[in-house]
């Protein structure tokens, strides 16, 4: 049962904190992690009063009372890579009275986790290779860990030796996220660093990397300076400026909060642009080698409404024989860029390969739903969001699938009139609920007014929370926060327009 005192909320109140996340998108900020933290430190003592010793301190203030390391949801995977990672660096580094118990703890924890791996609808990005060598160097320092965390462990060997023996690849390769896998078999002087100084965008391979070669790399060393925040906490990848802009102004035009015309907008657009190919698309990173559909897909769908003459021929090179990958190499699809491509596409004039497209992606999810698939993405923990997308881009396309999910939102929102996958309701996932029952009431109606009542109060009494519960999935659980503010303002904002509507 729904309920909650009824707030009112003025949308005019609201454009002050959305014009201060439009003027910050590009910077590409996210939360820091104790996965990437715990590499960091283990550079520090390599790199003295750069900027580098409160990480150690940071992930002593950070462990959890299970002895692990990780976002505040139980997701397995998250937990168990952030563990494995920052006891490492304090069996390494710690001198601490402390430490010696916080890495016992730790150790204790991973033997207890390990047998849950397979409870997660995904896994962490790059976890088998990741875990399985970092498993290997807890050995070699005597530490107390699982041998196998319920992997392919032979597969898995097969994949790093051939990834180990082709270093022209890794650079255009997805696996250049998780290159410290392998950081044994980095040259002596790299020669596959982005622009900015990174391997891969990401700062425990970018750090991985300094505890290798023997050449020190002053561009790799500016780059995770850079990324370092002043408690000592480091991002899970940095920079992520075009899926910041991408993604935001996506969730605040479907809303209604922004104009083409905006003076931020259009600067933020600009700068996605600016980064946009014809042939490829987007990435995630204007720094990052490799182009994906998903970011291709919302940054098509944001510069065609902004007047820009992005051509839809560019998900051609993303086509399978039954669906649209997301990265080249791909074996298990994201089911969300299929979602947001055909989102993107239900703008494109007729005449085109469009319609083909939509009717391909359709297929695909329809069997996905005949399989029970169609819940979780690979890129996010939480149903919600994928939730969220469905119903904006299937709704006029596969209405009867729309259906299922706002049944699944009527049966799932808790009686303080948020949504929660975990155990309690979280701003991020309520703006995900939020948006989906606001979008079909406009489009088709018959949505309950409580209930939209109910999730806006909870809403706007989380809307200045500082601490965001961290949903995404990279190589652990991390929160990008503009994306998240801004698709909280978004909720918001349709909201108030369907109040004043009301009225």
Wanted: aromatic share 10%.
């Amino acid at each position: 049962m729904v309920s909650g005192m009824r707030q009112r909320v003025d949308k005019r109140a609201l454009q002050p904190a959305i014009d201060d996340v439009l003027s910050k998108l590009g910077r590409g900020h996210i939360d820091s992690v104790a996965y990437d933290t715990a590499w960091v430190a283990r550079v520090a003592p390599l790199f003295p009063d750069v900027g580098f010793e409160n990480a150690l301190p940071w992930l002593r203030a950070r462990q959890h009372a299970d002895g692990s390391w990780g976002g505040e949801i139980i997701h397995h995977h998250d937990r168990f890579i952030s563990t494995l990672a920052a006891a490492i660096a304090l069996k390494e580094h710690g001198n601490m009275p402390d430490d010696a118990d916080r890495v016992r703890r730790a150790e204790e924890f991973l033997w207890r986790e390990y047998p849950r791996l397979n409870q997660d609808a995904h896994e962490t990005i790059g976890f088998p290779v990741l875990a399985i060598s970092l498993l290997d160097e807890a050995r070699q320092l005597e530490m107390n860990v699982p041998h196998n965390p319920r992997c392919d462990a032979e597969t898995i060997a097969k994949k790093l030796a051939i990834l180990q023996y082709s270093p022209h690849l890794w650079r255009n390769h997805t696996m250049s996220f998780s290159l410290e896998a392998i950081r044994s078999a980095f040259p002596k002087r790299p020669d596959f660093l982005e622009t900015n100084g990174s391997v891969g965008t990401s700062p425990a391979a970018t750090a991985a990397l300094l505890l290798r070669s023997q050449h020190r790399s002053p561009e790799a060393l500016a780059y995770l300076r850079s990324v370092v925040m002043a408690d000592g906490g480091v991002p899970n990848v940095s920079p992520i400026d075009t899926f910041e802009i991408a993604w935001s102004l996506n969730y605040l035009r479907i809303a209604g909060a922004v104009k083409p015309e905006d003076l931020q907008v259009r600067r933020a657009l600009s700068e996605l642009w600016h980064a946009w190919s014809p042939q490829s698309g987007l990435g995630f990173s204007s720094y990052y080698s490799i182009f994906d559909l998903d970011d291709t897909a919302a940054g098509y769908a944001v510069l065609r409404w902004g007047g820009y003459r992005a051509d839809e021929k560019v998900f051609a090179q993303f086509e399978e024989e039954s669906h649209f990958r997301c990265f080249p190499h791909e074996i298990d699809p994201s089911l969300s860029a299929q979602v947001r491509l055909i989102s993107a596409l239900k703008g494109v004039p007729a005449g085109s390969r469009a319609a083909a497209w939509v009717e391909k992606t359709v297929t695909m999810l329809r069997r996905s739903e005949t399989k029970g698939e169609f819940w979780f993405d690979k890129w996010h923990a939480s149903p919600y969001y994928l939730a969220c997308i469905a119903v904006e881009a299937l709704t006029g396309v596969a209405d009867d699938m729309v259906i299922t999910r706002l049944r699944w939102l009527y049966s799932t929102q808790n009686g303080d009139g948020g949504w929660g996958f975990y155990g309690w309701s979280t701003p991020e996932e309520t703006a995900y609920g939020l948006l989906s029952l606001l979008f079909w009431e406009r489009q088709r109606g018959g949505i309950d007014p409580a209930r939209l009542h109910a999730a806006a109060d909870f809403l706007l009494g989380h809307i200045d929370d500082e601490r965001l519960t961290p949903l995404w999935l990279g190589k652990c659980l991390y929160t990008p926060r503009y994306v998240v503010k801004a698709t909280l303002l978004a909720a918001l904002h349709a909201y108030a327009l369907w109040d004043e509507q009301q009225r």
